[in-house]
């Protein structure tokens, strides 16, 4: 299938004091991209737009090669979702909550839910109330993947459970996209989460995304650069996001590190200089203004 998995184009809307605003943003099937942001920076606001669960002020919105709102309907059949905190009739047990739920879901295979349902250990006699946050995730998971989504949109769904869990739960991401078809949307502050799983990575901030691009190209461009500064005088700070110095010695960050990069920092004089790659948290900070 040629058409992407989603197109957010020229997309804004205003929520009190917070607008989040996304010039264009897109990714095709068959990858995962890892939403990263600090809480509140629109994480959760874009994955709810293209749930059509917030409408936007402005922009075009495309899933699945469809329209939003448009094509609602369709596209809500062939994605699936998971929150943060999934909510659920707590009284009803695991059984009750998948027979409402399949009813919705035309292409729903009842074979794959009884896998998950053992695959995840979920008694279906057991009460929602009586679930475990984890547990309740393990459900959520199985509501939104046995009907074999086109495109998955997880919301934190790693946060505040146990590692066991957190494991399980990426293992299922990274078996979903083996084919072409699918894709996953996966939004978490837990940054280790989605260096392990995402393809591409588009760190939000204050309602804009800051960086998108290929995760092994963005965590190879991103270093922090230590050494001592040229003995000549040369200024050097052209050449990083942010520089600190102390005496002879500095400390850099920057974003366009490769060896043409390395060359001409060489060419300035430094010497005895070091190149550490940056995690996702640590280039997170940074765009937020955060010394690191």
């Not at 979920?122 to 495109?151: C, I, N, W």
Request: include cysteine; charge should be neutral.
């Amino acid at each position: 299938m040629s058409e992407k998995a989603f197109v957010l184009t020229g997309v804004e809307k205003q929520l009190g004091d917070f607008r989040l605003k996304i010039d264009d943003l897109s990714m095709d099937r068959g990858f995962v991209l890892g939403l990263v942001g600090r809480n509140g920076a629109g994480k959760t606001t874009t994955i709810r737009i293209l749930l059509n669960l917030i409408y936007p002020d402005r922009g075009r919105v495309s899933v699945l090669g469809l329209s939003m709102p448009r094509d609602e309907s369709t596209i809500k059949r062939r994605i699936g979702y998971v929150s943060e905190n999934p909510s659920f009739y707590e009284d009803m047990t695991v059984a009750w909550t998948i027979g409402l739920v399949s009813r919705y879901y035309p292409a729903w295979d009842q074979e794959l839910s009884q896998h998950y349902l053992r695959k995840f250990d979920l008694d279906p006699r057991k009460r929602v109330k009586q679930l475990s946050k984890g547990m309740r995730v393990k459900l959520a998971l199985t509501l939104a993947l046995s009907h074999r989504p086109e495109l998955l949109l997880l919301d934190e769904p790693t946060s505040g459970v146990d590692p066991v869990i957190r494991r399980e739960l990426l293992e299922e991401i990274a078996d979903m996209i083996k084919d072409e078809r699918h894709a996953v949307v996966f939004s978490s502050h837990i940054t280790q989460d989605v260096e392990q799983v995402a393809d591409y990575v588009a760190i939000i901030d204050d309602g804009r995304v800051r960086e998108y691009a290929d995760k092994e190209r963005l965590l190879d461009r991103w270093c922090r650069v230590t050494g001592r500064t040229p003995a000549n005088g040369r200024d050097i700070s052209p050449l990083f996001r942010s520089l600190r110095t102390q005496g002879d010695s500095f400390s850099g960050i920057t974003d366009r590190y490769s060896p043409e990069w390395e060359r001409r920092l060489e060419e300035t004089g430094v010497s005895g200089h070091r190149v550490h790659r940056l995690g996702l948290d640590e280039i997170l900070l940074s765009l937020s203004g955060k010394e690191i």
